[in-house]
C-alpha cells in the first residue's frame, strides 16, 4: 500500500511524491512493523504462512513484492483488481491487493479454488525513476532502494489468519532489487507512457495450503507521522 495510490484515489492525480501525504499508491506507504507474539501464535499460523525464508511457485517475498508493483504501475484507474491471478513457472497464484488505500476501512472478498498459493499485498513503498516519484532521492539502484524505505520510520502494522497473529512479523518485511517498469498510455499515476526501473521495500504475506472453507485474513497498519490509519478484511471462499 502506498500514499502514492491514496493521494491518486482522493485527488485524480498524484501531486509530487513526498508532497503526497499510503499500504499499497497502491500501495507507497511503508509500514514497518515490530510485533512481540507467542510462539504458540506462529504455530497456529504455520500451516498456511510461508516463512520468510520460504518460497511459492519458486519465487520468494521479494519477487512477490515486485510484480504486486509491476502490476500496480502499470494499471489504469481506478487501480489494479482485488483478487487477481498470475502465471509464475506454470504455477497460478492469486494475488490479493487493497484496491483502495485512503484511510478507513475495507472489507473484500475472494474465490479462489483450494490448493492454489495466495500473496497478500501488505504495506510497501516503492520509488521509481519517473519523475516525482523518488523524493528528492537520485535514481541510481542504491538511491531507489534507500528511497523506498523512508516511510518506514515510526510505523507498525499486523497481520492474522483466522483469528490468529502472524508472529514476528518484523520477519517479513522485504526489499526488492532495482526491477524494470513499463507503464501504458492510461495508468493510475497519470505517468507519462515510457519505460523506467523501480525499488520497493515493505510487507507481504504468503500463504499455502488453506482448507476448502472460509477463511478471514486481517491487516492493520499505522503511520503517526502521515496520521494515517487502515484496516482491510478479506473474506477469502476456498472452494
Known amino acids: ?48 504462512a510461508v516463512a520468510p525464508s520460504g518460497k511459492v511457485a519458486g519465487e520468494g517475498y521479494a519477487y512477490w513484492l515486485q510484480r504486486s508493483w509491476q502490476i500496480a504501475l502499470k494499471s489504469p484507474p481506478p487501480g489494479p483488481q482485488v483478487c487477481e491471478t498470475v502465471t509464475v513457472n506454470r504455477q497460478q497464484v492469486a494475488l490479493l491487493t487493497v484496491g483502495a488505500a485512503a484511510p478507513g476501512r475495507y472489507n473484500h472478498t475472494c474465490n479462489e479454488p483450494a490448493g492454489r498459493p495466495i500473496y497478500v499485498q501488505q504495506l510497501s513503498d516503492e520509488c521509481s525513476t519517473f519523475p516525482g516519484d523518488h523524493s528528492g532521492f537520485g535514481t541510481t539502484p542504491s538511491q531507489l532502494e534507500r528511497c523506498a524505505r523512508v516511510m518506514f520510520k515510526g510505523a507498525a502494522a499486523t497481520a492474522s489468519v483466522d483469528g490468529h497473529s502472524v508472529a514476528d512479523f518484523s520477519r517479513f518485511i ?66
Open 174 to 239: 522485504t526489499a526488492t532489487g532495482v526491477y524494470p517498469v513499463r507503464v501504458p498510455k492510461h495508468n493510475l499515476f497519470n505517468y507519462r507512457q515510457r519505460d523506467g526501473r523501480s525499488a520497493a521495500y515493505g510487507y507481504g504475506l504468503l500463504l499455502s495450503g488453506l482448507r476448502t472453507g472460509e477463511h478471514t485474513i486481517l491487516l492493520d497498519g499505522n503511520v503517526p507521522s502521515a496520521k494515517y490509519q487502515i484496516q482491510v478484511t478479506y473474506t477469502l471462499h476456498v472452494h
Open 1 to 48: 500500500m502506498s500514499r502514492k495510490y491514496t493521494r491518486t484515489v482522493a485527488a485524480g492525480r498524484a501531486p509530487a511524491r513526498r508532497r503526497r501525504a499510503l499500504a499499497l499508491r497502491l500501495p507507497a506507504i511503508g509500514i514497518s512493523m515490530v510485533l512481540s507474539l507467542s510462539m504458540a501464535a506462529f504455530a497456529a499460523t504455520a500451516g498456511t
